[in-house]
């Protein structure tokens, strides 16, 4: 059974940066990908950046190009999430998921997280 656990959300003031990680557990990164993906209140959820497991490349949502970086450590089962310059429009709620393709999509993804939220905020 998949197991995915975000963690490292939090308060954070416009401007500022945060880490999350999803430590994952009965999956083999290198036979999926790993995506996350955000849900602020009255929106729908929407892609963030994925990473392929056979070789890594990544892939981001055209509006978190530059400012967020997806990237995993196969050995500790983790992909993590590097948001830089975080805007208030980037609150949500922030999940991991899996998928057996690359894709946008979350429909695509079959595995989930709980989530970890993420405020920006003065």
């Known amino acids: 059974q998949v197991q995915l656990m975000e963690s490292g959300g939090g308060l954070v003031q416009p401007g500022g940066s945060l880490r999350l990680s999803c430590a994952a557990s009965g999956i083999i990164f290198d036979d999926n990908t790993m995506g996350w993906f955000r849900q602020a209140p009255g929106k729908e959820r929407e892609f963030v950046a994925g990473?392929?497991?056979?070789?890594?490349?990544?892939y981001y949502a055209d509006s978190m190009k530059g400012r967020f970086t997806i990237s995993k450590d196969n050995a500790k089962n983790t992909v993590y999430l590097q948001m830089n310059s975080l805007e208030p429009e980037d609150t949500a709620l922030y999940y991991c998921?899996?998928?057996?393709?690359?894709?946008?999509?979350?429909?695509?993804?079959?595995?989930w997280g709980q989530g970890t939220q993420v405020t920006v905020s003065s």
């Open positions: 990473i392929i497991g056979s070789g890594g490349s990544t």
């Open positions: 998921a899996s998928s057996a393709w690359a894709s946008r999509s979350a429909a695509d993804f079959r595995s």
